[in-house]
């Protein structure tokens, strides 16, 4: 039986155009990296790559030549700019089977900013250090493409998600990591060559979220870790569990909050009547007063008697730091909020607020384990129309809420090989510089694995690259936490001797910064003098400028001399000094029992004379070897700080 069955002529179509080949419809797709406002590296052979159908040829034509690729079996292709000049802008045709144009592109130096928070901070935190700076930003010569800030165990990402390459200019500034903006533009400063930030840091991630799986294969323990979380479910029940617990845990705390008790008036009321609330003084910790170590909420309140000339005008509230969390309240008005303890709290207060006479400012903080309150020695104070009135001192409180601490939350992208395979494996086609990091907070809990960890990843970065043993320039840790009165044992400063040690790998340079850390904040403020430093690094590294000096007195060896040791150092530029003037400081020395006491310490050309009179046969001596090395000031004549050390083995 013969049927006859109609095709609508719609279908038929489709029905051809399976049959034809492949690559006659497929297109070329660049990868997100290679996009407008792009800058190429110099003289480095600087790749583009993308994808298209088995076999399409692809031209591409920038500066006057021509460039041309096919695609292979697996659609990608990739073509080799050689001998590129800094300069620009310039645009960028490829074609194929569909035309693309690439515009304002620079060509000039590539520098990956990576690491933790410290990195990742944005000049939008430190805006108002640097107000004159930023005004100043316009410049289309410096440049940032920030990495989303996501993970995968499954494989190494061959592209991101999405991204853009911004020029400098006030506004979009803040957006840039303030490490690599300052780094920037000290060196644009110095060799005015457009540079390329590539942005891939993230907050709290230890170096081991950044190793390939090759590389982890040398740290059992995390490439288990890392093959757990391959199992998407296995990842997403940890996920759910984390989301459901804090979900729960701040639901009832909303619902035992009395000062938002349904029914009654609200505490954040400025009409409320608190005459029966307690006092203590901010900054401080509840910790030390009558409340005791309770989590939870507290609610805080403090009455201010504003002039007139305060009013009408837009004003600023400083909290300082608030552990963990706060919602701030100005006569009964949120005026900002932040989620947890590290952010400085630097609220706008509309110009229509405040008013002449009585104001209240009511401040709900939730602490959701250790001590909550206030940090100390931060600024909290209200300012507007040049006036400013000091909020130290005595303030109201009343415990809302009392839980128990929430349940520390698992940081699945702060797993093993999550970030590498995210954040780093597809910039590896891109050609760079070299690389700027500032990490190692994270890791302070095994300072000594930090050894082996830390060149595991520049090893591992430098071969997945493939451009040779490019400059890599790190931040050693900022002097942080209370300073202790003697001698003692330190993770920060073990982790710290393992940055020390890493500068044998060859082309590695570190920026010492402890004396530019602020003891009550992890993010220090001060990232200029940060990236200053690295940029002397990379004059030296990067650039080939033998003769600047690029890091202060390393420690290369000891020599015992009756009841002293003689120290000598490398790096000692012009020579070594006591900054400030006066006797050395942070210098211990110890006999064969290793009980470190503190040393005295003077320089004698070239060389550090350590001694004790209590200690007849000095066995060894350790320098700035502390959390915060308060007033540790041997530095060289171009004002760059000693890197502290030990010489016991």
């Not at 009964?332 to 630097?346: F, L, M």
């Not at 490019?470 to 001698?487: D, G, I, T």
């Not at 590695?508 to 602020?518: K, L, Q, R, S, W």
Request: charged share 20%; net charge positive.
């Amino acid at each position: 039986m013969k049927l006859n069955i109609k095709v609508p002529a719609s279908l038929l179509c489709c029905y051809v155009l399976l049959l034809l080949p492949r690559t006659a419809f497929c297109q070329v797709r660049l990868p997100v990296l290679i996009s407008d406002g792009m800058v190429l590296q110099r003289d480095a052979g600087a790749k583009v790559w993308g994808w298209a159908g088995e076999g399409e040829k692809v031209t591409i034509n920038f500066d006057g030549k021509t460039y041309n690729a096919v695609a292979g079996a697996d659609g990608k292709w990739e073509a080799i700019l050689s001998q590129l000049k800094a300069g620009g802008p310039y645009s960028m045709n490829i074609d194929a089977s569909n035309h693309i144009t690439l515009k304002n592109i620079m060509v000039g130096d590539v520098w990956v900013c990576s690491g933790q928070s410290n990195m990742e901070l944005p000049m939008n935190r430190v805006k108002y250090r640097y107000p004159g700076v930023i005004a100043h930003s316009d410049n289309p010569a410096i440049r940032q493409f920030i990495v989303p800030d996501v993970y995968n165990f499954q494989q190494p990402q061959e592209d991101l998600k999405s991204g853009r390459w911004v020029s400098a200019n006030p506004e979009s500034v803040l957006e840039f990591t303030a490490v690599g903006y300052f780094f920037a533009k000290e060196l644009f400063g110095k060799y005015h060559v457009p540079i390329g930030l590539i942005n891939a840091g993230l907050g709290g991630s230890p170096a081991e979220a950044w190793l390939s799986e090759d590389a982890l294969k040398a740290f059992p323990e995390y490439l288990e870790t890392a093959k757990k979380f391959k199992d998407t479910a296995y990842l997403n029940q940890i996920a759910n569990k984390n989301k459901a617990v804090s979900n729960a845990w701040h639901r009832h705390l909303q619902q035992l909050d009395k000062g938002l008790e349904k029914g009654k008036k609200p505490w954040l009321d400025e009409n409320y009547d608190a005459s029966d609330w307690a006092t203590m003084n901010v900054p401080g910790y509840w910790a030390d007063h009558e409340l005791g170590h309770v989590n939870g909420v507290v609610w805080f309140r403090k009455e201010l008697d504003i002039p007139a000339s305060m009013t009408g005008k837009p004003a600023r509230l400083w909290l300082g730091r608030i552990v963990d969390a706060d919602t701030t309240y100005v006569n009964g008005k949120i005026v900002g909020t932040v989620s947890y303890q590290y952010p400085p709290r630097i609220y706008d207060v509309p110009a229509n607020l405040l008013k002449a006479g009585k104001n209240i400012i009511i401040i709900r903080v939730i602490n959701n384990s250790g001590r909550g309150g206030f940090v100390l020695d931060k600024p909290y104070q209200l300012s507007a129309a040049g006036e400013i009135i000091d909020l130290k001192g005595e303030w109201q409180y009343k415990l809302g809420a009392v839980m128990d601490p929430l349940p520390a939350e698992t940081f699945i992208r702060w797993k093993p090989l999550g970030l590498y395979n995210a954040m780093i494996a597809p910039l590896l086609n891109y050609a760079i510089k070299g690389v700027i990091w500032y990490q190692g907070e994270s890791n302070t809990g095994k300072p000594l694995e930090y050894q082996k960890l830390f060149p595991a990843l520049i090893a591992d970065w430098r071969g997945k690259w493939k451009q040779g043993d490019f400059p890599f320039l790190y931040v050693q840790l900022a002097n942080f936490m209370e300073a202790k009165n003697r001698p003692c044992e330190s993770n920060w400063a073990a982790l710290r001797e393992a940055q020390l040690k890493t500068l044998s790998v060859p082309n590695t340079a570190m920026a010492v910064i402890i004396d530019i850390g602020e003891w009550n904040d992890v993010h220090p403020l001060n990232k200029e003098d940060v990236s200053r430093r690295l940029a002397l690094a990379a004059q030296r590294m990067a650039y080939g400028n033998e003769e600047v000096v690029y890091s202060g007195p390393i420690y290369k060896s000891m020599k015992i001399d009756g009841n002293k040791i003689i120290l000598t150092f490398t790096n000692i530029g012009g020579g070594l000094i006591a900054r400030g003037g006066g006797e050395l400081k942070h210098f211990a020395v110890a006999g064969a029992d290793k009980k470190f006491i503190w040393a005295k310490a003077k320089i004698e050309g070239d060389k550090v004379i350590v001694w004790n009179d209590d200690i007849i046969n000095p066995a060894s001596v350790r320098y700035g070897w502390a959390d915060n090395p308060e007033g540790a000031n041997l530095y060289n004549k171009e004002g760059l700080p000693a890197s502290p050390f030990r010489t016991e083995k």
